[in-house]
């Protein structure tokens, strides 16, 4: 099933992307659609919800478009991909490599394509 091969596809790019932490597809109002995390990653309650909703807000800029946006603290990083209707957070130790993180936005788009059409 589709749902199937993205959760198989969260898991192969939680793998592949050093230092991350947790992979998570969200609507625009922060539901979660699909997730993969290391060692049970917890997010606050409302973080799903703040994090689609930035990205939701930050088009409001007139700078264009969103479609990277990235959040950085003290310990994480959190990149957001803004595919709307659908939203993917990529969170991360402070120390991954943002650029390498930010360069996944093609392929998530593409294999998030199916999702989207349906929704």
């Known amino acids: 099933t589709a749902m199937a091969e993205l959760d198989q596809f969260l898991r192969s790019l939680l793998a592949k992307a050093t230092g991350a932490k947790a992979v998570v597809v969200t609507d625009k109002h922060g539901v979660c659609i699909s997730r993969a995390a290391t060692n049970a990653e917890q997010l606050p309650p409302t973080f799903l919800t703040a994090a689609s909703t930035a990205c939701e807000q930050a088009s409001k800029l007139e700078l264009g478009k969103s479609k990277i946006l990235t959040f950085c603290s003290e310990n994480s990083q959190v990149v957001s991909f803004a595919l709307a209707p659908l939203y993917v957070h990529i969170v991360a130790e402070a120390s991954a490599n943002t650029g390498y993180?930010?360069?996944?936005?093609?392929?998530?788009?593409?294999?998030?394509?199916?999702?989207?059409?349906v929704l």
Not at 101 to 117: C, F, H, K, N, Q
Request: proline share 6%.
């Open 101 to 117: 993180l930010m360069g996944l936005y093609d392929e998530v788009a593409e294999a998030l394509l199916p999702i989207s059409r």
